[in-house]
């Protein structure tokens, strides 16, 4: 499975008055946790791969933890990345298990999240401690020859919200983190 995804910093609340205009379905909001951590047998930042922990706190439902594998970038014009993600019954649990293998943690990112469903895509919008307000349009597709077709959507749809897929990052969150950190 592959994550199709591009994320442009936004105004938020101009955003949410576009995604109302389109008629967008609201889903859900909710903050999440992730905590990053190192391999002992490989560098992730050098490999441009990722292994998190998230704790997802739903605004109106239970927390749950899942467990995500993130591959290397598969082209240079979107986040795109092979992506293995399963619910763990315990965040800390989990965590626990993989420093007990080697897994150092490395950083934690923590944001708000407002998710709305648009012209089958999922348009998020993230308010990220530290680094400030963005929207994310992502889908997934099954294999990398659906890539393209479903990443000019995506800018399709941040076209419609009045967002220019030009000023789109590439960097994850917590690349921009560990680069704000670096300044």
């Given at each position: 499975?592959?994550?199709?995804?591009?994320?442009?910093?936004?105004d938020h609340d101009e955003v949410r008055e576009r995604l109302a205009e389109l008629g967008a379905e609201p889903v859900n909001e909710v903050t999440q946790e992730d905590t990053y951590y190192d391999a002992p047998h490989r560098e992730f930042a050098e490999t441009d791969e990722a292994?998190?922990?998230?704790?997802?706190?739903?605004a109106d439902a239970e927390e749950?933890?899942?467990?995500?594998?993130?591959?290397?970038?598969?082209?240079?014009?979107?986040?795109?990345r092979?992506?293995?993600e399963t619910v763990v019954e315990e965040g800390e649990a989990t965590g626990n298990l993989l420093a007990a293998l080697g897994f150092d943690p490395a950083a934690t990112v923590r944001k708000e999240r407002e998710r709305f469903l648009l012209d089958g895509y999922t348009?998020?919008?993230?308010?990220?401690?530290?680094l400030g307000e963005f929207v994310e349009v992502e889908t997934e597709v099954e294999g990398e020859s659906e890539v393209e077709s479903a990443r000019e959507?995506?800018?399709s749809v941040l076209r419609d919200l009045g967002l220019d897929p030009d000023e789109?990052?590439?960097?994850?969150?917590?690349?921009?983190?560990?680069?704000?950190?670096e300044e």
């Open positions: 499975m592959y994550e199709v995804e591009v994320k442009v910093p936004a292994l998190r922990v998230r704790r997802e706190t739903p749950f933890a899942e467990l995500t594998y993130k591959g290397p970038l598969v082209e240079a014009e979107s986040k795109t092979e992506e293995i348009v998020t919008l993230d308010a990220v401690d530290g959507k995506a800018y789109q990052i590439r960097t994850s969150y917590l690349g921009l983190l560990l680069e704000a950190s």
